[in-house]
């Protein structure tokens, strides 16, 4: 049997007792308190990725808010013409109104353009969008001069104009309003161009009026009683002599008004003056002037009616207004007796005259095998 040896150790007095062990740290998630359940990497990653798709979506929220609030500002802008944009001028097309300017003289075009030379375009055009192309409603001596510029200049800057953007779904008697409100505040615009319009959108199947009385109080319902009164005896006189007038436009209020009361009173003096304005074709607005004075001047018929057994001569004021589309684009035509006339946005000067005798000969053809 073996002896167990014991050994006497000797603790000095002042020596600390040890400390008791520390329990083994905890892995905590990132953020949480001391007292929080331990979590693997795996579920760390899903909440990281769960709060980042609901911050995800919180963004996306606020961004489709901003850009339905963008679109509903952009649309009452755009009613407002407040939307300018730079558009081709091949783009614009200017067959949808009847314009109320004279469409081949325009002594001031000269001076607008000068003025879009220096300073540029200080009122933006006003156009509606219609496809791939603009209608324009508002600013047809402006695009003339743009279009004056680029053909003088060759110049790129010239090639497009700004535009306001007219919202699309306006009635037609809404953009004609908008055109005619402008060009009543000029102090050149004609009786007898406003009165010519309103008796094209008389005659426009499209529009709401059915005489010229309901046109001219549609159209120019921003003008005085007393102007509406002139515009409706210009438009009697424009149907009593009609196409057969070169410069309309020239024509004073007080001539008009009284040529009108006088033709009115004497048919036959009607077709005399016609008579004069078919055969002598001034070539000035003065020379006509002069031929419409005469008639004031020269004596009274003396028979103002219809022989006995005769019939009274086909008034001036028959005619036939109508829109037919091609495929090059639509065709605004007038019909009435002796002449029918036929605009569109095409340039006929470049189609070979040979295929123009073609065309026209065609068209008779058809026009007199419908009549038989």
């Given at each position: 049997m073996s002896k167990r040896r014991v050994f006497d150790i000797d603790f000095p007095e002042d020596s600390p007792a040890p400390a008791p062990a520390e329990p083994p740290r905890q892995n905590t998630a990132e953020g949480s308190g001391s007292g929080a359940a331990r979590r693997g990497p795996m579920a760390t990653a899903i909440t990281e990725n769960a709060d980042a798709l609901r911050q995800r979506a919180e963004a996306e929220k606020t961004i489709r808010?901003?850009?339905?609030?963008?679109?509903?500002?952009?649309v009452r802008l755009k009613k407002l013409g407040l939307v300018v944009d730079r558009i081709p001028l091949e783009k614009i097309r200017t067959d949808k109104l009847v314009r109320d300017r004279s469409v081949?003289?325009?002594?001031?075009?000269?001076?607008?353009?000068?003025s879009i030379r220096s300073i540029g375009l200080s009122n933006p055009i006003?156009?509606?969008?219609?496809?791939?192309?603009?209608?324009l409603v508002q600013g047809f001596r402006r695009l003339s001069a743009y279009r004056a510029l680029l053909e003088e200049t060759g110049d790129d800057s010239f090639a497009a104009i700004p535009a306001g953007l007219v919202a699309k779904g306006?009635?037609?008697?809404g953009l004609y309003r908008r055109m005619v409100d402008e060009n009543l505040v000029r102090r050149d615009i004609s009786f007898a161009e406003m009165a010519q319009l309103a008796v094209s959108y008389a005659q426009d199947p499209e529009t709401e009026a059915d005489s010229i009385d309901e046109a001219v109080r549609l159209l120019y319902a921003s003008a005085g009683r007393q102007k509406r009164s002139y515009i409706r005896h210009f438009a009697d006189l424009l149907l009593m002599i009609g196409t057969e007038l070169t410069f309309p436009e020239a024509i004073p209020r007080a001539l008009g008004l009284d040529l009108k009361k006088r033709l009115a009173d004497d048919p036959k003096a009607q077709a005399q003056l016609q008579a004069q304005l078919r055969s002598l074709r001034p070539d000035t607005a003065e020379a006509e002037l002069v031929l419409l004075r005469g008639v004031l001047t020269s004596?009274?018929?003396?028979?103002?009616?219809?022989?006995?057994?005769?019939?009274a001569p086909k008034s001036a004021s028959a005619k036939t207004t109508l829109r037919c589309a091609v495929p090059a684009g639509t065709v605004r035509c007038q019909a009435r007796d002796g002449k029918i006339e036929m605009a569109m946005e095409r340039d006929f000067s470049a189609i070979d005259r040979r295929r123009l005798e073609e065309a026209i000969s065609a068209f008779f053809t058809t026009l007199d095998r419908g009549a038989e």
């Open positions: 808010a901003e850009n339905d609030r963008l679109a509903h500002e952009f081949s003289r325009d002594p001031e075009l000269d001076e607008l353009k000068d006003r156009v509606e969008e219609d496809g791939d192309v603009y209608q306006e009635t037609l008697q004596p009274t018929s003396e028979a103002s009616s219809s022989p006995a057994g005769g019939t």
